[in-house]
């Protein structure tokens, strides 16, 4: 050993050229050395990993690591590296000094730049940021779908990076000294060389631990596709014709309805979705979602999810901050969960300001509370998943202008109680009509029994009624089943509890046992989450769609003292979003006469269309729905005609209603004073003013232009407003132009 | 009036209904009153719940059915029906915001206007254990209840301070409303019996709650 050091520079030049020939060979410093890699059958990824310097060795294998789960990690270490790249030296100069070019090449070879004296500095802001992110940002490393592989890589890269100074340390740097070309170039050939070896080390060391790493990788993906493709057996097994793909991902392109399918099939095992799915199942559909909406998600992100708080907003962020604490979740009341409600608070917002129309209303905070748990308190991702359940899940105004579809639903889950549980029906009707007369005349109105119950029930996805396991796999279902679950859930639960109603004797009786019944199902004292699941499947099928079509035009009685003149516009408001509603008040009639026809033959198709998409993932399911959908067909046509009567009638008043001075003065006898409590202000957007409408009044002349073709839109003008609309039936909506 | 004119020993069926702003307190005062809890966690209130507690006044036993309503406006919409044809109602305010006191003035017009007298009113205002933060004066809010024919309390269903009595008080207007009421009837029709007025004892049936220190 002593003896090579004694050898000239020019032998220890050739020596070292050697080396580094051989170095090279190993990492490919450059990215024209591509070729050199040769680090056995590695995964492809790993060669795009090996075509880049030794600085960047460390950074870009993790993002060839994480890549696949990550995308977004850290664009931060990213650019870093490319930083360092177009600064490297490319030329190597023939210079006449070879021991110079030596140390430049070293240098070059340690940090892609032959005068970064900044390595130690940004190698240790990447640690520290790396140890932030560890510490502060727990979502966005969840992000990985293998978070541990990841975490594991990055304590390993710190330990990599402390050998490195250890071998400096071990060659005479001192403490944070910078490997910069003076200390190099007072080292001896020796030491560097045997610098250059543990750069050698380190890098192989590098290499291959990607390769172990991606192997696993390899490995569990392949076991995973199997467990897949056993379950999809299985599954296919259970359900005869039905090709069935299960797998846990969606995979790209046309996969999805397929993977849609696999999940549905999962869901109706015993024992439903495994939990650990649910993030996955969550967040792709409702990805899926707002990949489909009009808009750029990337800019509405940046526009909602903020803390600034805007003038107008402050009475509901007010109101908000107030509920953080009343969900219910035990994670957001402590007095240690600042940063759980501080996310919750922002996902409220961002949801209020997402949809203004609908704001905030409480019973979100409980809604936002769990899915925050599920994602992980990913707020991007519960953001998406709270807009696909209020938007797409949920039929609109659940939660908006008077919460209009919840009382179209309370009814339609009247109707479906009485026709699945007539006894319990007449029984609850028995009470009602007892405790009516009991108060006397005077008394008011009584609502259905079990609403006080059902609103609870239908504001908070059962997310306060039932304990939490249950509640996930409702959801679950909701999810993929849209919100018939809703009402399938609620008669589920309603036929459980009828043995503890029919012997009671008063309303009275009736709220007394309900309330505390429904404690004893929030501790899972009366059922498990496997029985409320399996109850639930079992709920006969019945057409949804229908049902709340026909009870929004014939508004439920006894749900509200409304006056019936309000029935007409709560009608509009249900079917149409409210921007056109001042339109659709004027043009609303006309446009029936017109094309009731092809509306109600639409209105039809979209049922049909709507009830197959929730049929059952079995064949049978899928036969006996058929043979209903002939008897539902027949059944549809008639109360098509019905809805169309209904529709007629109301649309013979509306002249009444809007000639009169204001729309709340209703031409109804028997409840002139029966709306007692006028809640003070009115959401501004109701279109209470009258003088919005003269223009509009159907008296007023109108041109409608229609074609032959059913599904082509209908267009209608007004000469004396220059106001041209257009209904399409496909689509359901008018829209001006 | 739901009071039923039955045989003694008498039962009143009466309901209450809480009333006022978000967050001021109406479910912790019911829950504190009928279960002697304090939740600092519980769920904000949708549109409605209902809870029942049985108590005997001298020798009136009396079912107070207990309508707590939500503080959110929009949740109106779907039930002005359950306060229609209450026998009292109490409306609370947070001390420590004079908004919310506002909104109880709301509350009484709404009621005077719709039920007259019929309806027993009182008027709470909670969290007496954010003392150090009051924003409503007990003069302004004593004043404002006598100026309406209220009665005023001011209570704590953290510390337990004063939720009793509300209850308490409120039941024997109701009480006191509901004999006006028959006497009113039996004058109408002398044929009627007399009732027992007597002097009023109290008797629960329930033991009375242990007075501690707050909770949690």
């Known amino acids: 050993m002593e003896a090579e050091a004694d050898q000239s520079d020019e032998q220890a030049w050739h020596e070292l050229m050697l080396l580094r020939g051989r170095f090279r060979s190993r990492v490919s410093s450059t990215p024209t050395d591509l070729e050199g890699c040769s680090i056995g059958p590695s995964t492809q990824a790993l060669s795009t990993a090996s075509t880049h310097s030794l600085d960047t060795e460390q950074e870009d294998s993790q993002d060839t690591l994480t890549n696949g789960d990550n995308d977004s990690w850290d664009s931060g270490l990213t650019s870093f590296d490319c930083e360092s790249r177009k600064t490297a030296p490319r030329d190597r100069r023939s210079d006449s000094n070879p021991r110079k070019i030596l140390i430049e090449n070293l240098l070059h070879e340690i940090y892609g730049n032959g005068q970064s004296d900044s390595f130690n500095e940004d190698f240790e802001e990447t640690q520290n940021l790396v140890r932030r992110r560890l510490s502060s940002n727990a979502s966005q490393i969840s992000k990985a779908s293998q978070s541990s592989q990841f975490l594991d890589y990055t304590i390993w890269r710190l330990d990599v990076h402390s050998d490195i100074s250890k071998t400096k340390q071990s060659l005479g740097f001192q403490g944070s000294m910078h490997v910069d070309k003076e200390v190099l170039e007072i080292l001896s050939v020796k030491k560097l060389r045997k610098l250059v070896a543990s750069y050698e080390r380190t890098c192989m060391a590098v290499n291959r631990y990607m390769v172990a790493k991606l192997k696993k990788k390899d490995k569990r993906q392949i076991v995973q596709s199997k467990q897949c493709l056993i379950i999809s057996a299985a599954l296919q097994s259970k359900n005869e014709e039905k090709k069935i793909r299960f797998s846990i991902t969606s995979p790209p392109g046309d996969g999805y309805r397929d993977w849609l399918e696999g999940m549905r099939a999962v869901l109706r095992l015993p024992g439903g979705l495994p939990s650990a799915f649910r993030k996955t199942m969550w967040t792709t559909i409702a990805n899926q979602y707002i990949s489909q909406l009009p808009i750029e998600w990337e800019k509405v992100k940046l526009m909602v999810l903020h803390d600034r708080l805007s003038q107008d907003e402050s009475e509901m962020g007010i109101q908000i901050v107030k509920d953080l604490h009343r969900t219910g979740v035990s994670d957001y009341c402590g007095d240690h969960n600042d940063r759980e409600r501080h996310l919750l608070k922002r996902v409220l917002l961002a949801y209020a300001r997402f949809r203004p129309s609908v704001g905030y209303c409480q019973g979100f905070n409980i809604i936002a509370a769990v899915i925050l748990d599920v994602v992980d308190k990913n707020e991007e991702e519960a953001l998406k998943i709270m807009i696909y359940l209020i938007e797409h899940v949920l039929p609109p105004n659940y939660f908006a202008h008077d919460l209009e579809a919840l009382s179209v639903d309370l009814a339609v889950f009247q109707e479906l109680t009485h026709e699945q549980m007539p006894e319990l029906s007449n029984h609850l009707d028995m009470l009602r009509t007892q405790s009516l007369e009991e108060r006397g005349a005077n008394g008011g109105d009584e609502p259905p029994l079990t609403n006080l119950f059902t609103i609870q029930w239908f504001l908070t996805l059962f997310a306060t009624c039932l304990p939490q396991e249950a509640t996930l796999r409702i959801w679950d279902m909701l999810f993929l089943y849209g919100s018939t679950i809703l009402m399938k859930t609620a008669l589920a639960l309603l036929k459980k509890l009828e043995k503890y109603f029919l012997p009671m004797e008063s309303a009275f009786d009736f709220y007394s046992i309900m309330s505390e019944l429904q404690l004893r199902m929030l501790d899972s004292a009366l059922f498990g989450p496997e029985e409320v699941a399996q109850a639930v499947l079992s709920v006969p099928d019945f057409d949804l769609r229908m049902l709340r079509l026909k009870h929004t035009f014939q508004p439920p009685q006894n749900l509200r003292s409304a006056t019936n003149g309000m029935c007409y516009s709560r009608a509009l408001r249900t079917t149409k979003s409210h921007d056109d509603r001042a339109e659709t008040h004027g043009l609303f009639s006309n446009f029936i006469e017109k094309r009731r026809a092809s509306v109600l033959v639409h209105k039809e198709r979209m049922a049909r269309r709507s009830s197959l998409a929730e049929a059952e993932t079995d064949i049978n399911g899928l036969r006996k729905k058929f043979a209903d959908y002939t008897k539902d067909h027949q059944n549809a046509r008639a109360s098509v005609n019905d809805t169309a009567q209904m529709m007629e009638r109301l649309a013979r008043r509306r002249g009444s209603i809007f000639t009169t001075e204001s729309t709340d003065t209703s031409p109804d006898k028997e409840l002139p004073q029966a709306n007692p409590f006028q809640f003070p202000p009115k959401d501004p957007e109701e279109p209470s003013n009258p003088s919005v409408f003269p223009r509009l009044r159907a008296d007023s002349p109108l041109r409608v232009t229609t074609e032959k073709d059913p599904n082509s839109p209908v267009r209608i003008s007004s000469p004396g407003t220059n106001r041209r609309l257009s209904f399409h039936p496909l689509y359901n909506r008018i829209t001006s132009s | ?216």
């Not at chain 2, 009071?3 to 809480?18: I, T």
């Not at chain 2, 409605?48 to 929009?74: H, P, Y």
């Not at chain 2, 009292?88 to 039920?115: C, H, P, R």
């Open chain 2, 1 to 216: 009036m739901a009071a039923s004119a039955v045989a003694s020993p008498r039962v009143h069926d009466f309901k209450v209904v809480l009333l006022g702003e978000g967050c001021v307190g109406k479910t912790s005062l019911v829950l504190r009153y009928v279960e002697n809890k304090f939740n600092e966690k519980h769920e904000s209130t949708l549109q409605a719940s209902f809870l029942t507690k049985k108590l005997t006044i001298g020798n009136r036993r009396v079912n107070l059915s207990i309508w707590d309503t939500a503080g959110q406006e929009r949740f109106h919409a779907l039930g002005p029906i359950y306060y229609r044809d209450s026998n009292g109602a109490i409306l609370t305010y947070d001390i420590t915001d004079d908004d919310s006191f506002q909104k109880v003035k709301n509350w009484v017009k709404e009621l005077k206007k719709m039920l007259g007298t019929d309806i027993m009113l009182t008027i709470i205002g909670n969290k007496t254990d954010l003392e150090k933060q009051r924003n409503v004066s007990v003069e302004t809010a004593e004043q404002y209840a006598e100026s309406v024919g209220a009665t005023h309390f001011q209570t704590s269903a953290k510390l337990n301070r004063g939720v009793e009595e509300v209850f308490l008080d409120l039941s024997r207007r109701m009480i006191e409303q509901a004999d006006k009421q028959d006497a009113e009837k039996r004058a109408l029709s002398p044929s009627s019996r007399s009732t027992a007025a007597g002097n009023v004892v109290l008797l629960e049936e329930t033991p009375a709650a242990p007075i501690k220190s707050g909770c949690c």
